[in-house]
Structure formats: structure tokens, C-alpha cells
């Protein structure tokens, strides 16, 4: 069974730094597309980060510039580097995998909670 641990969240104050991590296994993770998405109370989800399995990243104008995605084929393991954290960043942070001509082959990670503080 195909498992997404998701690590690194916290609370932290304003303009501080986090990385999260989201480690999979049994998949063939090289070939998958990696993203981050975040969801705060009473809102819609949405994605923060996305590369694909090809090294294509795209980064919302909402935090381009203060986040960073990343990945490591060898660990099997996707990272979400934040900076310049803002309270509105506050969140739960979900990884998702995803491969397939319609993305049919998708995972979620159980999410990690963010809270910046003011």
C-alpha cells in the first residue's frame, strides 16, 4: 500500500523559515508529478507548488519567491521549502502525487499543520 508521511510542520513566527517533508513509498516515485497544496479553515484548498517528474516547477504569484519545491529521486521524498512566512500562510499542508495521462494515479499525504504566528 502506497504511503505519503508528511513531517516539518510548527508553529513559527512571522517571517521565519520551514521545510516540509513528504517521504513516499512503494511507488515508483521518479515518474510521478510532486505537489503541495494547503488548506486553512473555511477556505478552498490550493496549490502552493508543483514539479513535475520532468523537473517543470510552477509556483503560484500567491508565494513565488518565498517557497520552493524540491525533490529527491534517491530518498523518495518531496520538499516544500517556505520562507518569509506570513500568518496568512497558516494552514494544513498536503503533499499529492499524481501520474497517468488524466493524473489517475493519485496520492495525498495526511497533511501537516502551519500556524505563523503575528
Known amino acids: 500500500q502506497v504511503q505519503l508521511v508528511e513531517s516539518g510542520g510548527g508553529l513559527v513566527h512571522h517571517g521565519a523559515s520551514l521545510r516540509l517533508s513528504c517521504a513516499a513509498s512503494?511507488?515508483?516515485?521518479?515518474?510521478?508529478?510532486v505537489n503541495w497544496y494547503r488548506q486553512a479553515p473555511g477556505k478552498q484548498r490550493e496549490l502552493v507548488a508543483g514539479?513535475?517528474?520532468?523537473?517543470?516547477?510552477h509556483i503560484p504569484d500567491s508565494v513565488q519567491g518565498r517557497f520552493t519545491i524540491s525533490r529527491d529521486d534517491a530518498k523518495n521524498t518531496v520538499y516544500l521549502q517556505m520562507n518569509s512566512l506570513k500568518p496568512e500562510d497558516t494552514a494544513v499542508y498536503f503533499c499529492?502525487?499524481?501520474?497517468?495521462?488524466?493524473?489517475?494515479?493519485?496520492?495525498w499525504g495526511q497533511g501537516t499543520q502551519v500556524t505563523v504566528s503575528s
Open positions: 499529492r502525487l499524481a501520474a497517468g495521462w488524466n493524473d489517475e494515479y493519485e496520492y
Open positions: 512503494k511507488i515508483p516515485f521518479r515518474v510521478y508529478s
Open positions: 514539479l513535475t517528474s520532468g523537473g517543470v516547477t
